[in-house]
């Protein structure tokens, strides 16, 4: 961090959240962090882990679940994700695989 207005490295941070520049005296607001995309990461896993193991089969009716927290984009990718992961922890024959495919797919139109 150096000072945006003199350019000094000797930057001191105020116990209230403010940077003071120690050679020109110049003071400015720490940059705020977006914290948004953590929370919808969070929000996606808890939702993942949620739905994963539940008996919803249907790509419409997961959606519109995850409609109601999500974005649709999200949403879209998250619920086909759910259904392939779960594809992957059973064991199903090739149609069964080619059936949820099928499925997962139709969340993305
Ligand atoms: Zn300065």
Redesign the pocket.
């Given at each position: 961090m150096s000072?945006?207005?003199?350019?000094?490295r000797e930057?001191m941070l105020t116990p209230v959240g403010e940077y003071v520049?120690?050679?020109?005296?110049?003071r400015w607001a720490m940059p705020s962090v977006d914290y948004t995309w953590i929370e919808l990461d969070v929000k996606k896993a808890k939702l993942f882990e949620k739905y994963i193991d539940s008996p919803i089969e249907s790509c419409e009716e997961l959606l519109s679940l995850l409609l109601k927290e999500l974005d649709e984009e999200s949403a879209r990718y998250l619920a086909a994700k759910i259904l392939l992961q779960r594809a992957e922890r059973r064991r199903m024959t090739p149609a069964e695989l080619k059936k949820l495919y099928d499925n997962a797919e139709s969340c993305f139109k």
């Open positions: 000072c945006p207005r003199c350019g000094s930057v520049c120690k050679k020109c005296g110049h």
